[in-house]
């Protein structure tokens, strides 16, 4: 069966930062894999999403950028982080009939 | 823009209940929908997924049904308990690869 990792699962940052998380998914190959943001009183924000190695689209123009260095890994980075980034990044990856998977998500918090 | 509404957006019951929640979107031309379930601080958990041919899915004692041409869909919990308290979540789908979300609501099933 198919499993999706995050980590870290809660990060806390100073503002200027860098930023990294990472997604892995298992029990699969080459899936489209997507980065969310939930960000508090709003709904989930689609960032970015990939349907290969390297192949990263972005639907939001933004602080964070991604990366797919590998078939099934997916990260998320900053080079600076802003106090707006704070939120619950999650991760996902689509199956059949285009049913989308999410991960645990990692709660980040930008002081 | 295609928005996603979901009303109401916070709903207190009283165990065994059956209820309804409501899910609007503007623009017909879906390609598919999917119900989550979020535990607080947790990742989504998928519950139910319609295609744009399809009227209504069922699992256990979720059903979901789809009104394409009126922009609804509902989800009906039968016989509620207060494990099914948590946030749910329509997401609609109008490309096949990126979802569009309402902002939830809110269920409290008590004792």
């Known amino acids: 069966s198919q499993t999706i990792h995050q980590w870290p699962a809660t990060l806390v940052q100073p503002v200027g930062s860098p930023l990294s998380l990472e997604c892995t998914v298992e029990g699969t190959s080459n899936p489209n894999l997507y980065w969310y943001r939930q960000a508090a009183g709003r709904g989930l924000q689609l960032l970015f999403y990939?349907?290969?190695?390297?192949?990263i689209s972005s639907e939001v123009p933004q602080n964070l950028s991604a990366s797919r260095p590998q078939d099934r890994q997916f990260i998320l980075s900053s080079k600076k982080l802003l106090l707006s980034d704070s939120g619950f990044y999650l991760c996902?990856?689509?199956?059949?009939?285009?049913?989308?998977?999410f991960g645990p998500g990692t709660r980040l918090t930008v002081l | 823009k295609q928005e996603v509404t979901q009303i109401p957006a916070a709903l207190s019951v009283p165990e065994g209940e059956n209820l309804v929640l409501n899910c609007s979107f503007t623009d017909s031309a879906i390609y598919n929908l999917q119900w989550f379930r979020q535990d607080p601080g947790k990742g989504l958990t998928s519950l139910l997924l319609i295609q744009s041919s399809q009227r209504e899915q069922t699992s256990g004692r979720l059903n979901a049904s789809l009104d394409k041409s009126s922009g609804r869909s509902t989800l009906y919990i039968a016989a509620s308990q207060p494990g099914d308290s948590a946030t749910y979540l329509c997401a609609v789908s109008y490309s096949g690869y990126a979802l569009n979300f309402g902002k939830g609501t809110s269920l409290l099933v008590t004792p």
């Open positions: 996902a990856w689509k199956g059949g009939y285009n049913e989308q998977f």
């Open positions: 990939s349907v290969g190695i390297g192949q």
